[in-house]
């Protein structure tokens, strides 16, 4: 160790690492979890680079975990033949943190976030010292020989060649040195529980090393005859497989709790999932997908929905060649998270883009169908008999996605359309369809109206609505910033026109529309002289002044014509609402 270089942790991860060490949480076993799925990660880039020159691969041919631990050195090991690290990578990887949104995570951590989202943040090695009192990364890269790279947290770590030479072939070994209170992790029980617990969907063989009582067959010395052995009881190491053989999207038999434990192993999400589809697509492209309808769009809070991961992860032939597709849905999905796997790509497909993007199309206008046929599923299901209506829940939380679809999809308009869900006079407090809309119309309506603005309550009672309301019109009520741009660009539904009554020209629905017109005509020769001076008092405020037949108890309105922005879209784009 006295040979060894001394490095400076970056502030952050020191900071991370002091969080883990003090941490009362309990469920300490994640460390596992993270530690292992770093090695599957660096099991992925060999995997992936191995596709285009199996060189890399050398001797060690076989791509799996190991997992083992000492008794009397307290000590936990995990062992991959990924990719490994260089003398550089060691010092840049788990001396520095790449992602951003650490800050916030710190952040969040102090103000009592749960620990188990770390997975996102990219410290997940660093959970390591929620038991561990010091980490020893031994690591070996096809570029450089083998190093160790070695810490008890605190500002500084150490890195040296490893004076035994290549001992790994390549990969990475991560021991760790328990603390005094985290010792019942070095029992072989504790660790096959944990890792079945987190990572039984870890793409690769994961091994055990466990004591085995085995029989043996040994030679007996006290026997006369030649032939004569003897059979002895022993307990001898052995590496016992721990998690599944089978990608659970290829799999028939799934249980629900299977299918939400491999959610939160993807997704590293804590929450169970709203649902989930799981399907095998035939025809021009072929492929099996397992996707995801999380509870709440927790992502949103950390990113933007410019700049979104990638949700979903292509398998091509079981084989994850990627989680940076964003063509795989169209953006406005980007809240479904799961897995696709088809034949019917090259391996290589990620770098080979542009050759690809037909079948890549294909997969798109699947998948999006897929899903907007699961949720209209999921609407017509309506409420259970607790009243509890998923769909609801659902459009609560990514209605916003719906509405942003509305306005991105144009071919899938009128299903998205379906979808969609507003506040109504009907009832402030539900959300309606728009075909239950339709159906509550009165006789010879011919327009869907709607108002738009930010308070529900308030645009119930606005003036604007009062006559429609009185003659028993139902009104759309579009309190969300996005509404009334996904209306607009909806224009009709079901060949009704969607009326914004916030805008001049439209008229009400009139009994007699002759009559109707020759009244408004007739009273607005008789107060020309009227609005005429009021147009003067504010020439250059107004386009126009004139006589409505719209209000009911109100003397006067400000509305916005035809052409212009709505008052509401002003206030909106003035705000940058969303
Ligand atoms: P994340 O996995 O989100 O990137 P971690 O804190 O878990 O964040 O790991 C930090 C980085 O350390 C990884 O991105 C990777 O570059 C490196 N690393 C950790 N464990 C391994 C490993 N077993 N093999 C190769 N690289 C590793
Ligand atoms: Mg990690």
Redesign the pocket.
Known sequence: ETDAEKHEFQADVSRVMDIFIHSLYTHKDIFLR?TI???S??LDKIRYLAITDDTVLGDKKDLELFIEYDKEARTVSVT?T????TKD?LIK??GTI??SGTTQFVEALSAGTDINLI?QF?????SNFLVAEQIIVT?KHNDDSQHIWMSRAGNTFSVIEDPRGNTLGRG?R?TIKLKQDALDFVDEEILRKTVRKYSEFVQYPIYLRVKKDVSKEVEDEDSQDEEKSKIVREKVWQWERVNENKPIWLREDVSDEEYSSFYKSLTKDSKDPMSWIHFTAEGEVEFRALLYIPKTSSSDLFRNYYSQAAPIKLYVKRVMITEDFQELVPRYLSFIRGVVDSDDLPLNVARENIQHTKILKLLNTKITRKILQELQEMADEGADEDGFNEYIEFFKEFGKHIKLGLMEDGKNKARLSKLLRFYSTYNLNELTSLDDYIGRMKEGQEDIFFIAGDDKVKLDQSPLIQKLKKRGYEVLILDDPIDEYAVNSLHEYEKMHLQNVGIDEWSLPEENEEDARKKEKKLKKYYYVLTDWLRGLIPNKVNTVTISSKLDDEPSIVTTGDSGQSANMERISKHQAF
């Open positions: 993270e799925s770093n090695g990660d660096a991959d990924g990719i490994g690290m990578d990887h788990l790449a992602k997975g990219g410290v997940g090695f660093y690591s990475t991560v």
